[in-house]
Every structure is written in structure tokens, then in C-alpha cells.
């Protein structure tokens, strides 16, 4: 267990937390983000995207529901024209990616609960079962029956499977979206050559149209994670634009509803750029988020960059975290996306948005 998980524990224990809950909060919006909701070690794929199991889920919509006012993206949007600022600490809850998993648990969790979320898809994976390469990885490298692999591109790596399977994972992902990886399919190629595994089964792994009406029928908002993925920052402006207006013109059709909200895929500092945040603004987006922790200001922050962080997954470091969160208010990348108090590397998605 953790050292923020003991003293979560304490301070619960102690009736700490709950004399903190009964002070006014600061105002400040929280967007929390996940990928997926489940038991990752069921998962043949990349498990750092499950956020929480579906109880642990349930229990920070409760926790949500009893002491924090929801937003939706484009409501958020209105208060940033209108400059209007909230009065105490609002949240946002989004899902990236479009799983199947987001309508079997986390969309069926919400309509309990009488939450509203917003799911950011990508268009081209809607109703396949298309294995992105961050799964493939993971695949690959827990199904490998040898003790290491190495990736001789434009990115060189060896890893030692024999030292964690689960950290290996890890490296190669990160080496995957490093700035000198120039061959993307060319270092998926070797990994396939080199570590001898027959591809998996098919199956969808992404939620299809119906599913995704459902789902904006009930009141959620859908935006766009981009119509395939990519790295925007190594995008030229004429492809990310391409990614912009094609992703949010699949959807408008098929929805018949207007998509004004958008996440960057993975959505750190490197990912996207200034020119990006413009690209989003005249392709119609009202609002976008990125991904690397901190709080925004009453306000709603920069309507382009507006910060998202990841949700601790065990209860009482849930709760713990939205008391600090409540008592101390906003932080951004000012501190480097680091809170004094509240530690983002430490959060369960390590790969960070995907």
C-alpha cells in the first residue's frame, strides 16, 4: 500500500475528512479523466487504462453525486464565454478512447446515479474491433515466451521480460510515442517479428453507433477524440485539420447533434501545440482538453487547454484527494502540473491519455 493510501486511510478513520467536507469549497473545476472501467487483470491488453473496477466507480459517482456540481464540456464552454466563474468546486467527468467497456459499465453506473459524463471517441475505431497499437503492445509482450525483446528502429530498445512484464509494457510504450520514434509502422513491424505471437482473436472492442446514440440520447455529451489517433504535434497543420473536421463531421452526421467539445490524444505538454489549440478553434470546437494534471480556475481556464487529471482509484484516497482538492483550489502547469500536496505521478494511468 501506498504511503498516500495509509494516511487517507487515517484521516478517514480519524474523522479528519469529514470535518473538512463541512467547510465551503474553494471554487475550481476538477476534470477527471478516464479510458476504462473494469478488473484490469482480467485484461490481455494495456491495463494502465483502467482508471477503476466498476465498485470503485460507483462509489466516487456517489462521493461525486453527494458534495460536487457536475458540467458537461459544452456547458463549460457557455461559462467561459459568458466569463462567468463558479462559486465552489465544480467537476467534469470524461471518458477517451470509446471502449465497450464505457457503455457496458461506466455509461449503465452513470444512469444510475443520474451523472452526466462526456465521451470522447475516435471515429474510425467506432464498432470495430481494431486493436490500437498501445493494446498491441501490451498483447505482444504478455504473450511472448521470450525473456526479452528488442526494437532496433529509430527508437532502439531492449527490454527485460524477465524483470515484469507489466514495466516492460510500459517502456515500450513510451518508447513508441518518443519524439526520435520518426517510423511508427516500422517499429510495430519488428515488435511483431521479434516477439513470435499470433494476433487475438477478433472481437469489438469499441462502442458502435447504437451505442453511442444511446448514450447521447440520455443526456451525456459525445466529442471527438480525433478521427484515428495520432499525435497531433507530429501532425502537419493540413493532417491535424484533416483529424479535426473529418472527426467532428462523422459524428454531427451520425448523431445529428452538434460535437463542440475535444480531447488531444494523450494529451501531454509535447502533444499539442499552439497551432493545434488554433486548428481546434476554427475547426468549430468550443472547448478542449488535454492531459497532465492541476485544477482550473473558477473561470474554466483556457478554453483550448482546459486540465484534466486522473482519479486515485481506492475510496478513501478518492475522497481524500477531492477534500484537498475542495480545500486548497486550483493549481495548473504553473507547478508543472504537480499540486504541492496531491502527487500526479501517482495516479493509476501511467502511460497517461492514450
Known amino acids: 500500500?501506498?504511503?498516500?493510501?495509509?494516511?487517507?486511510?487515517?484521516?478517514?478513520?480519524?474523522?479528519?475528512?469529514?470535518?473538512?467536507?463541512?467547510?465551503?469549497?474553494?471554487?475550481?473545476?476538477?476534470?477527471?479523466?478516464?479510458?476504462?472501467?473494469?478488473?484490469r487483470d482480467e485484461c490481455e491488453y494495456n491495463r494502465d487504462l483502467f482508471s477503476a473496477t466498476a465498485e470503485q466507480f460507483d462509489y466516487q459517482l456517489s462521493y461525486i453525486k453527494r458534495h460536487i456540481p457536475t458540467l458537461l464540456p459544452h456547458e463549460l464552454a457557455e461559462l467561459m464565454q459568458t466569463k462567468k466563474k463558479l462559486t465552489r468546486l465544480h467537476a467534469i467527468i470524461t471518458f477517451d478512447d470509446g471502449y465497450i467497456d464505457n457503455y457496458e459499465l461506466a455509461f449503465q453506473l452513470l444512469k444510475q446515479h443520474d451523472l452526466r459524463a462526456a465521451f470522447f471517441v475516435i471515429t474510425s475505431f467506432i464498432g470495430t474491433s481494431h486493436l490500437p497499437w498501445w493494446d498491441e503492445i501490451a498483447y505482444l509482450v504478455r504473450n511472448t515466451r521470450l525473456p526479452s525483446l528488442s526494437i532496433q528502429s529509430s527508437s532502439p530498445i531492449t527490454v527485460d521480460l524477465r524483470t515484469g512484464r507489466e514495466e516492460a509494457i510500459r517502456q515500450l510504450v513510451e518508447a513508441y510515442k518518443s519524439e526520435e520514434n520518426h517510423d511508427p509502422a516500422a517499429f510495430m513491424q519488428q515488435l511483431r517479428a521479434e516477439a513470435q505471437v499470433k494476433p487475438p482473436m477478433p472481437q469489438r472492442r469499441f462502442l458502435n453507433w447504437d451505442e453511442v446514440k444511446e448514450i447521447a440520447a440520455a443526456g451525456m455529451e459525445i466529442g471527438s477524440h480525433t478521427r484515428s489517433?495520432?499525435?497531433?504535434?507530429?501532425?502537419?497543420?493540413?493532417?491535424?485539420?484533416?483529424?479535426?473536421?473529418?472527426?467532428?463531421?462523422?459524428?454531427?452526421?451520425?448523431?445529428?447533434?452538434?460535437?463542440?467539445?475535444?480531447?488531444?490524444?494523450?494529451?501531454?505538454?509535447?502533444?499539442f501545440t499552439a497551432e493545434t489549440q488554433r486548428i481546434a478553434r476554427t475547426a468549430g470546437f468550443k472547448a478542449a482538453f488535454s492531459f497532465y494534471g492541476g485544477i482550473?480556475?473558477?473561470?474554466?481556464?483556457?478554453?483550448?487547454?482546459?486540465?484534466?487529471?486522473?482519479?486515485?482509484?481506492?475510496?478513501?484516497?478518492?475522497?481524500?484527494?477531492?477534500?484537498?482538492?475542495?480545500?486548497?483550489?486550483?493549481?495548473?502547469?504553473l507547478s508543472n502540473g504537480k499540486h504541492p500536496i496531491l502527487e500526479q505521478g501517482e495516479y493509476p494511468i501511467r502511460s497517461e491519455s492514450l
Open 1 to 39: 500500500m501506498r504511503y498516500q493510501d495509509r494516511i487517507s486511510q487515517v484521516a478517514s478513520r480519524a474523522g479528519l475528512l469529514w470535518a473538512f467536507e463541512q467547510l465551503p469549497s474553494r471554487p475550481g473545476l476538477v476534470v477527471f479523466s478516464h479510458h476504462r472501467i473494469g478488473n
Open 229 to 271: 489517433h495520432p499525435l497531433l504535434s507530429r501532425l502537419t497543420d493540413v493532417e491535424q485539420q484533416e483529424e479535426f473536421r473529418e472527426s467532428k463531421a462523422i459524428l454531427e452526421q451520425n448523431l445529428g447533434l452538434p460535437v463542440t467539445s475535444f480531447a488531444y490524444p494523450n494529451g501531454t505538454r509535447r502533444d
Open 296 to 333: 482550473n480556475p473558477p473561470d474554466g481556464g483556457e478554453p483550448y487547454n482546459v486540465l484534466r487529471t486522473a482519479p486515485r482509484s481506492q475510496p478513501d484516497a478518492f475522497r481524500t484527494e477531492i477534500v484537498l482538492m475542495s480545500c486548497l483550489g486550483p493549481w495548473n502547469r
